[in-house]
């Protein structure tokens, strides 16, 4: 068990009350193992005084427990000295730990000299033996109050002394604060650091809300000031204390919170806090309230008369600084106002040299000094260059005390004549009277209303028609080209309003803006659709410029108007032209490419974007080079860096689409010059089709050229034959050396000739209706296809496997013949027996048999025209294959059988799924 005097609790005593006169109770805590005496000791004490009121206890640790136990407190213990556990010395020793000054009396029946000794070397107040005379108990009670009186005598000065040191750290604290927020923290903070305080908050009052804002606080908060709400509207008896402050301008105290009525409202949050008494100290200085504060202490009856009167001083103390930083807030404001107007500002004395005192930056610049301070000196007269200016602003001042908007001459400082703007006031401070000044440069309003007045005079000769109206735009003046452009007569229009050419070609919002503009002083300059008398319709660029009076007042407005009726003609015309040339542009069935000499594309036409697949956006990121794909950068640049202005130059190229195909295309490419840069446009035609036309003439001329070979070859030796074995016959026959015999050899001989002609003139037939693609196609079944065929080929005793199911798309009467050559150069190659075979391969088919084959080494001449290895053959057959292959877009192929004949593989087929 822990001893009483090692315990950590505080010792609360009783400081309730004022030591003046001892008008307070005085409580005792009376501690003795003899409940008898205890029960005598307080009925003696309270007979002997009534302010006595003696609590006991017969166990030392209950009566120490009792002086740590916060809900009581106590001014003076009385203890025996012989006790059982804790002897009254201990006790002693235990109270002095926690409160060094409680008036501490041991009452003993016991004692010797060297326990009182003891006892007031350890701390006793007094030392008294017990006694059985009333005389000792009425010694006792005097000895009680003597101490007490003493006891709360120190204690309360000490208080007083520390709230005037309080005071004193506050007024060092914020003498040295610049703004309200270091103040008011300040303040909070040093009295929640001192006792018996426990929390400090600062408010403002919120006039219009009826409420106190908290601004700063300091101490044991807990969230007191978000749980409560203060309003100043419910009257002055239903008020608390910060309420009341706020509504009399005077400190209001709350002295016991347990139990004041006032205090409902917030009880339960103060109570919780260890709140038990609060101050509402007005910050009021000068009539002016800056602001609450409030104070909380921890004991009940903390503020007397002697504490709220230090309050209250602290309080004057707190205001008087945060009027002095709002005073200083409030005079940084003006000053920096001052400095940074776009106005001149001074104070000069009234006297009649009128010597400037003070100036802003703004008027040392309008002056032509440097700084105010070359200003500050000078009389006005210097500055103000008419006697009689100053003559009139001396008698307005004298006679009313101020002078608004006079307009006056000014000569600088560097020898510069403008207009400057006064307006004067006469001031009355406490060191004498002053005339404060504002000055407003005008110089370029002056100049802009000369400007207007020799402009009415130069606008009688004007080509352009001229109005005047009034402010409401009554027409009171037109010049001679006004009656000219609209037809009406000066005498017809003066007294109207303009809108008498409204042509109700714009809309209400137009002339709102126009009004809108030339009331608030500017210019208003646009174009504008008007009517004439006879209701003719033109165009015309209008200007209305703002006149102003010598007191600054817009009188009337000019307008002047340019006919630009035949102007927007000729602009609509090249308006309409430059749409038809996009037109053109747009539509052109040539790519059309407009470029810098960088190759940078500056612009592109539509079929520009078709045929390249890129959208215009990215064309227009893109160069040159990265559309053509035949030239390099470089050799672009060497075109475009030789080419002449207006030259036209033809390149053959290729162009890369999107997706990395490339098609032929014709270029014609010219260098312009266009609005000083140098461009180049660049005409881009795809010839794909030209180049296939070409490709096909060509391939016509060799079937020509192979036509011409055969013809003047391959038929001319048959024909040979033919004829000279006819000849012979009748040459025999003339001789009569004919027989039957030889006549009939050389008829065989020219027939076989013959036929072999006739063979070749079919080959020839179909090479000559193969020219071109195969465009009339179909789906054809292979099978079924080759079966046709097969029938259809003298084919002895050969045989043919179908070995495929595939359907394909091709021309079907270019394949039958196809197939029907295949098959003839099969039979006529590998015998009359052979097996010929159709099969699938990967993208296509195969034709094969079982012959001798085609030696490696001759596999590519075979499609060549009179190509064969048969005596009889025409040369044509496996040409025509190729021809046929070719206009399909398919590719032949020979390779070896697996019997080892031929075998013709074609690919590149669409095969139907």
Not at 104 to 131: Q, V
Not at 244 to 251: D, F, H, I, P, Y
Not at 429 to 435: L, R
């Amino acid at each position: 068990m822990t001893h009483p005097s090692e315990s950590n609790c505080p010792i609360y005593t009783n400081s309730s009350q004022s030591p003046l006169g001892m008008t307070g109770g005085i409580r005792v805590l009376h501690v003795d193992d003899d409940p008898n005496f205890l029960d005598l000791t307080s009925t003696v004490l309270a007979r002997q005084d009534d302010r006595l009121e003696v609590v006991t206890e017969s166990v030392a640790a209950s009566g120490l427990e009792r002086l740590t136990d916060g809900g009581a407190s106590f001014d003076c213990v009385v203890s025996d000295y012989q006790m059982p556990e804790m002897n009254g010395l201990e006790l002693l020793e235990a109270v002095r730990e926690q409160a060094p000054d409680l008036p501490f009396i041991l009452f003993t029946g016991e004692g010797s000299e060297s326990i009182a000794s003891d006892a007031i070397t350890r701390g006793a107040t007094d030392y008294l033996r017990k006694g059985t005379q009333l005389e000792q108990y009425e010694l006792l009670a005097n000895r009680i109050t003597n101490a007490v009186e003493r006891y709360r005598s120190a204690q309360r000065a000490a208080e007083l002394e520390r709230i005037r040191r309080v005071r004193s750290e506050i007024n060092r604290a914020v003498v040295h604060a610049d703004t309200r927020t270091e103040i008011e923290r300040q303040t909070c903070q040093l009295i929640s650091e001192a006792d018996p305080y426990r929390f400090a908050w600062i408010g403002r009052h919120d006039a219009d809300a009826n409420a106190v804002d908290p601004v700063a606080a300091a101490g044991v908060d807990q969230g007191y000031l978000d749980a409560i709400e203060i309003t100043t509207d419910s009257g002055l008896e239903e008020s608390g204390p910060t309420a009341k402050a706020v509504l009399t301008r005077e400190l209001s105290v709350v002295q016991n919170i347990p139990e004041d009525a006032t205090y409902e409202p917030w009880r339960a949050h103060a109570l919780d806090r260890g709140y038990r008494s609060s101050a509402a100290i007005p910050l009021v200085y000068d009539d002016g309230l800056h602001g609450v504060l409030n104070v909380y202490a921890d004991r009940t009856n903390a503020f007397d008369a002697q504490e709220r009167d230090l309050l209250s001083e602290l309080g004057a103390d707190v205001a008087h600084a945060l009027h002095r930083v709002d005073a200083d807030a409030h005079r940084e404001r003006y000053e920096r106002l001052v400095d940074a107007s776009s106005a001149g500002i001074f104070r000069a004395t009234p006297d009649p040299n009128g010597r400037i005192v003070e100036a802003n930056a703004t008027l040392a610049t309008l002056l032509g000094a440097d700084t105010p301070e070359r200003v500050t000196g000078h009389a006005v007269e210097d500055f103000v260059r008419g006697a009689a200016d100053l003559a009139e602003l001396r008698r307005r001042l004298d006679r009313d005390g101020v002078v608004q908007n006079y307009d006056v001459p000014i000569r600088t400082l560097t020898g510069e004549h403008r207009w400057g703007s006064l307006t004067l006031l006469k001031t009355e401070e406490p060191d004498g009277t002053y005339v404060d000044g504002i000055v407003r440069d005008v110089t370029e309003r002056k100049e802009r209303d000369r400007s207007l007045r020799l402009f009415r005079e130069a606008i009688e000769a004007s080509g352009h028609s001229v109005y005047f109206t009034k402010r409401d735009g009554t027409i009171v003046y037109v010049n001679p080209a006004f009656e000219q452009t609209t037809g009406y007569d000066a005498d017809q229009v003066l007294g109207q309003n303009p809108r008498i050419l409204k042509s109700n070609e714009h809309d209400r919002e137009f002339y709102e803006e126009l009004w809108g503009t030339i009331l608030d002083g500017d210019v208003w300059r646009s174009e504008i659709v008007n009517k004439t008398k006879s209701g003719d319709r033109y165009v015309v660029d209008q200007t209305i410029a703002p006149v102003e009076s010598e007191d600054g007042d817009i009188e009337r407005f000019v307008a002047v108007n340019a006919d630009i009726s035949k102007q927007k003609e000729r602009q609509q015309e090249l308006e309409r032209s430059r749409e038809r040339l996009r037109a053109l542009f747009e539509e052109s069935p040539d790519a059309i490419t407009v470029h810098d000499v960088e190759g940078n594309v500056v612009d592109v036409n539509r079929q520009n974007v078709e045929n390249l697949g890129h959208s215009r956006e990215t064309l227009l990121s893109m160069n040159v080079a990265e559309i053509e794909a035949d030239h390099s950068a470089d050799e672009l640049r060497t075109v475009w860096d030789d080419a002449a202005i207006g030259e036209r130059i033809k390149l053959q190229g290729r162009h890369r689409r999107r997706d990395g195909t490339t098609f032929p295309v014709e270029v014609w490419i010219t260098k312009i010059r266009f609005h000083g840069n140098e461009r180049f446009i660049a005409f881009s035609r795809d010839v794909s089709e030209r180049h296939e036309y070409e490709q096909e003439l060509e391939r016509q001329i060799d079937r020509l050229e192979q036509f011409a070979t055969v013809v003047s070859h391959d038929l001319r030796n048959p024909l040979n034959v033919a004829e000279g074995r006819i000849d012979l016959v009748q040459s025999e026959r003339a001789s009569d050396r004919l027989n039957a015999e030889a006549g009939a050899e050389h008829l065989d001989v020219a027939a076989e000739a013959l036929k072999r002609m006739e063979e070749l003139i079919e080959d020839l037939l179909v090479l000559a209706r193969e020219g071109g693609r195969a465009n009339a196609t179909d789906a054809v079944a292979l099978g079924n296809l080759m079966d046709e065929c097969w029938r259809t080929v003298s084919t002895a005793e050969a045989s043919l496997v179908i070995d495929t199911d595939r359907t394909i798309i091709a021309d079907p009467a270019r394949l039958r013949q196809l197939f029907e050559n295949l098959l003839r150069n099969a039979i006529e190659h590998a015998g009359e027996d052979v097996t010929i075979t159709i099969g699938d391969v990967d993208g296509g088919f195969y034709v094969a048999d079982d012959g001798p084959g085609i030696p490696a080494e001759e596999r590519e001449d075979v499609f060549a025209t009179g190509y064969s290895t048969a005596d009889d053959g025409t040369g044509l057959g496996l040409n025509i294959v190729d021809q046929i292959a070719e206009a399909h877009g398919w590719t032949v192929t020979v390779t070896e059988s697996e019997t080892g004949g031929a075998r013709f593989e074609i690919t590149g087929v669409e095969v139907q799924e």
